[in-house]
């Protein structure tokens, strides 16, 4: 997937979608949610975008109410909910959209693209039924950037490369993958203790490992590597391992290596090795070289 990065204005609009369909007991997040969201956050470009192009942000909720009906949902409280494929490939279209138009963040203005350029859910019958178009809402959205990014992009989105670009000078990303977000928000954060950045459902997860950007990919299913996927070098193993172990931390013992106690493996050169789990199966590591 191409890389993208949310403005704080679009995760607030994806927090409050998650709401509208809790509101409207919907054991899922639709495109509809996504449209009654971005109009009830009631500012920033994409409410630019439709007083300028006549469209009523108060109508547009009232149509998209009208055509709602409250579901069954039992999930009170629950803000796990699935997003459909219609409403995830609103996402997709608004990173689209902004990777296309060289900004380094998915703005509202770039959902509400999405939202319509969709076509077939709720939200897009209604934009298209009070007017919007692609076209237009493309051409508004470059006439409101005048060459500037919105939301406090910063102008080096329109940089062109350095001709001396080296992927060395460039800080790494490390990926693990989750079928369980709501368990690996609470393993990563509150167990690890790993700062987290954001919450890019239904993507990822972002965390601050020291510096290192960890994304947490929000899959179907995982199928757990037979290796370590990801590892922290700690000064004294046997610190970290008893942290870990007070935190709930289980170790892992294998077959025929020598492991003590606490499951610390000790290679020839003299490293010292623990290996443990993340809820999804990933084999993570903790280590001390001397």
């Known amino acids: 997937m191409i890389g993208f990065n949310f403005t704080e204005r679009v995760r607030n609009v994806l927090a409050m979608a998650r709401h509208e369909a809790l509101r409207l007991r919907h054991e899922y997040v639709g495109t509809e949610h996504l449209l009654l969201a971005l109009v009830r956050e009631g500012d920033g470009p994409a409410m630019t975008v439709l007083w300028n192009l006549k469209a009523n942000p108060d109508e547009i909720r009232q149509s998209v109410d009208k055509i709602l009906l409250a579901g069954r949902s039992t999930a009170a409280g629950h803000l796990d909910l699935p997003y459909t494929s219609r409403a995830k490939k609103v996402l997709e279209l608004a990173i689209a959209e902004a990777n296309d138009l060289k900004h380094l963040a998915v703005g509202t203005e770039h959902l509400l693209f999405g939202l319509v350029r969709e076509d077939h859910g709720i939200a897009a019958q209604v934009l298209k039924a009070a007017g919007l178009t692609e076209e237009s809402v493309r051409s508004e959205i470059i006439r409101l950037l005048g060459g500037t990014p919105l939301e406090s992009r910063s102008s080096a989105a329109h940089a062109s490369m350095p001709s001396a670009f080296q992927l ?27 700062p987290l950045v954001s919450e890019e459902i239904p993507f990822a997860l972002v965390f601050d490992a020291k510096g290192t950007t960890l994304r947490v990919t929000i899959v179907e299913r995982v199928i757990p590597a037979d290796y370590t996927v990801l590892g922290w070098q700690v000064s004294d193993i046997k610190m970290a391992a008893k942290t870990l172990e007070a935190a709930g931390i289980v170790f892992q013992h294998y077959e025929g290596m020598k492991q003590d106690e606490a499951g610390v493996w000790q290679s020839p050169s003299g490293a010292k090795i623990a290996w443990f789990n993340d809820p999804d199966g990933n084999t993570l590591s903790i280590s001390e070289y001397s």
Request: net charge neutral; charged share 20%.
């Open 168 to 194: 060395s000078m460039q800080p790494i990303v490390a990926f693990v993958a989750t079928a369980d977000a709501d368990a690996a928000l609470r393993f990563y954060r509150d167990v690890l203790k790993l």
